[in-house]
């Protein structure tokens, strides 16, 4: 078993930044790749960025691959996601997720997840 938990989500003027966490405990020798979704309220959920434990490869979503940066801190078993230049519709619950397959082909669709953390929260406005 794996537990996710999220952290560093808040509330941020447009144009600020934030950095999430999101630290794993439990049964982590594995080198799956963890994923980081969003979900706004009445959409659907969208996958971000995924990036490999064992090496530093990462992949983005065309859609903020300019302002976000996945990154991972393996001594810790966390992994980051820098989010900059906010705008009021990244308002969403930021969630991770540890892929059940070796590779991130594919994670946008959020399927082959075999955990997830329960999200934090993060709201951009005046």
């Known amino acids: 078993q794996v537990q996710l938990v999220e952290s560093g989500g808040g509330l941020v003027q447009p144009g600020g930044s934030l950095r999430l966490s999101c630290a794993a405990s439990g049964d982590t020798a594995d080198w799956y790749p963890v994923v980081w979704f969003r979900q706004a309220p009445g959409k659907d959920r969208e996958g971000l960025a995924c990036i490999y434990r064992r090496y530093n490869g990462k992949l983005y979503t065309d859609s903020v691959a300019d302002r976000f940066t996945i990154s991972r801190d393996g001594a810790e078993n966390t992994v980051y996601l820098q989010v900059n230049d906010l705008r009021p519709e990244d308002t969403a619950v930021y969630y991770c997720?540890?892929?059940?397959?070796?590779?991130?082909?594919?994670?946008?669709?959020?399927?082959?997840?075999?955990?997830w953390g329960r999200g934090t929260q993060v709201t951009v406005s005046t």
């Open positions: 997720a540890r892929r059940k397959s070796p590779v991130c082909a594919g994670y946008t669709s959020g399927d082959e997840i075999a955990y």
